[in-house]
């Protein structure tokens, strides 16, 4: 039988390339319902903690606010 694809074919490993696996646990194809953070864009789960910034309406992941509480 003939086939386009190589022999030997790590898919698993195609599928990490091209689709990857977000924090989330979840690949971004799968249309997840995941936040994204606006300051590094990262998706996370409804389990990751989230801050407000200071002086502002906007809310980052809990990394992202550790650091920009560094750089003040």
């Known amino acids: 039988m003939l086939s386009n ?36 864009g990262r998706f996370f789960n409804d389990d990751h903690e989230w801050e407000e910034v200071p002086n502002s309406d906007d809310i980052v992941c809990a990394s992202c606010y550790e650091e920009l509480e560094e750089d003040e």
Do not use: I, K, L, Q
């Open 5 to 40: 694809y190589p022999d030997g074919m790590d898919w698993g490993a195609f599928d990490d390339h091209t689709d990857p696996v977000m924090e989330c646990c979840e690949r971004r194809a799968s249309s997840c319902e995941c936040n994204e953070c606006p300051n590094c």
